[in-house]
């Protein structure tokens, strides 16, 4: 459906995933309460279905009908759009750019910022339902054996300071997406052709890939500061305890090397091996997994040495660390002067 109403695949992604926000947002208020909302979320619907415990055959009737549904939907629009374009046209832009468009660095933040908008607000809403459950977070995790287990990763801190301890953390895993996306933009901008006219001009490779990474980097930190802002204005709302909020932010502050790590190896990749620059997602998605499952799973202690993000110290459930973020700094700038060491060895384009 979304592929019907956009004019670009990228804003039909970005359509989707909002849509998956929304579906974990009702999931997660409907858990907390009287479950009302949950109905509405298929992520609650898989739920409903309670495997391995008196299953419920007849819910997997709602994600069948509701996916016939949006075909039907989505075929009925596809009638009614141009080929090639959307329900919704592009907007035509200025035929004249504006002098602030004269730098590779002011294009990549015009080009990103769309992004950098939408994963803020997502993660925003994210973080305000982290924090304004973390009142009820006791009574949820008394009977989940998983969820004790996942709060346990964060050391022998109280619950709530472990609970927010794993939300900031999960919230800068979730924004290591929004990284691997940006620091790969100045790829796709290469494999769609957009780069070779650039880069046959006055502008140099080292500032056209420096200014999608330094984009990739500060909107990484608006990305993590944003939901930690909003974490604890969830917590304040919750509790009214304010004291909270400068903890959280330092919080999230403290992921941004782990983060700087995925924007130095997007760069190195590109730098080099522009092929191979998908892989960037691979550090990401695996980061994800120890970080997210790795309790659950019993995952070994070498394992959770390949994620950047485990090497953060877990505030506020932690003592600040301040030697690996040094560590993890030394290696993101090694890595982005790799980068900038290969992109200009190699050919534009590499198709």
Sequence with gaps: VTAQVSPTSRLASGLAGIALAVAFVLRAVGDMTNGVLSWLSPIGWVQAARPWADERWWVFAIPFVATVLMGVLARALLAHRDLGGGLFPQRRGPAVAAPTLATPLALAIRQQRGSIIGWSVALAVFGFVYGVIVDAIEDFITDNEAMAEFMAAAGGASLTDSYLAQSVRVLALIASGFTAQAVLRARGEESAGRAEPLL????????????????????????????AIWVAVGVVVATGDFDQVPTLIGASLAYVPALLVIVGLGAALTGWFPRASVL???????????????????????????????????????????????????????????GFAGIVRRDVPVP
Aim: proline share 6%; hydrophobic share 65%; glycine share 8%.
């Design 200 to 227: 046959a001009g006055a502008v140099t490779r080292w500032s056209w890939l420096g200014s999608h990474a330094g984009v990739a980097a500060v909107g990484s930190v608006i990305v993590a500061v944003t939901a």
């Design 280 to 338: 960037t997602w691979a550090l990401v998605a695996a980061s994800m997994i120890i970080g997210m499952f790795g309790p659950v799973l019993g995952l070994p202690d070498w394992v959770y040495e390949l994620s950047p993000f485990e090497h953060v110290a877990m505030v506020p459930a932690e003592s600040w660390t301040v030697a690996p973020l040094i560590v993890l700094s030394v290696i993101a700038a090694t890595l982005a002067a790799a």
